[in-house]
T-cell receptor, first 115, second 114 residues
């Protein structure tokens, strides 16, 4: 079974700073997808960024980028120029490449951006 | 598209009562998932459907929980009888057929069992 671990329960940074959230996972699969989801106080789960394991290039979405280290089974999220609206819970998630699209989530990191 | 629609947004009930949560997936999506979120256990997959057929219900906690998908545009998650430990946020999500890995989540139902 796959497991996802987020070792930072909470983080706090000042507005405009850069912050990196950590995620490690365990799987015997070779092809899979990794995701970061954001959950603001509104409770909505919002997809931030995704990475396909067979692509070596790290995914980037505007201020959000990942550092994907397949051999180390590490998938960190970097938020540049952080904004107050980035305050949320962030979940790392894993999905097998083939078969059912079941997401396995980490426990989450609560990120607070301070003015 | 309006996205995945869940109702009610909040539900407060007393122990022993039946609770029914509802979900309308995005039109055209083939997969529907029910997740539960608690502080202790995080986000857990309860059950998922493919083309209205339950595929994997191994995450359903016990017989008090049941889920149905009578048609492509509607699903229910029922708890009978409810217990205080069922208090959680229940999310519904949907996605297109395998090969498109993006899940779209509803806003969730906050269930409180007193």
């Amino acid at each position: 079974a796959q497991t996802v671990t987020q070792s930072q329960p909470e983080m706090s940074v000042q507005e405009a700073e850069t912050v990196t959230l950590s995620c490690t996972y365990d799987t015997s699969e070779n092809n899979y997808y990794l995701f970061w989801y954001k959950q603001p106080p509104s409770r909505q789960m919002i997809l931030v960024i995704r990475q396909e394991a067979y692509k070596q290039q790290n995914a980037t979405e505007n201020r959000f980028s990942v550092n994907f280290q397949k051999a180390a089974k590490s998938f960190s999220l970097k938020i540049s120029d952080s904004q107050l609206g980035d305050t949320a819970m962030y979940f790392c998630a894993f999905m097998k490449h083939w078969g059912a699209q079941k997401l396995v989530f980490g426990q989450g990191t609560r990120l607070t951006i301070n003015p | 598209d309006a996205g995945v629609i869940q109702s009610p947004r909040h539900e407060v009930t007393e122990m022993g009562q039946e609770v029914t949560l509802r979900c309308k997936p995005i039109s055209g999506h083939d997969y529907l998932f029910w997740y539960r979120q608690t502080m202790m256990r995080g986000l857990e997959l309860l059950i998922y459907f493919n083309n209205n057929v339950p595929i994997d219900d191994s995450g359903m906690p016990e017989d008090r929980f049941s889920a149905k998908m009578p048609n492509a545009s509607f699903s229910t998650l029922k708890i009978q009888p409810s217990e205080p430990r069922d208090s959680a946020v229940y999310f519904c999500a949907s996605s297109l057929a395998s090969g498109n890995e993006k899940l779209f989540f509803g806003s969730g139902t906050q269930l409180s069992v007193l």
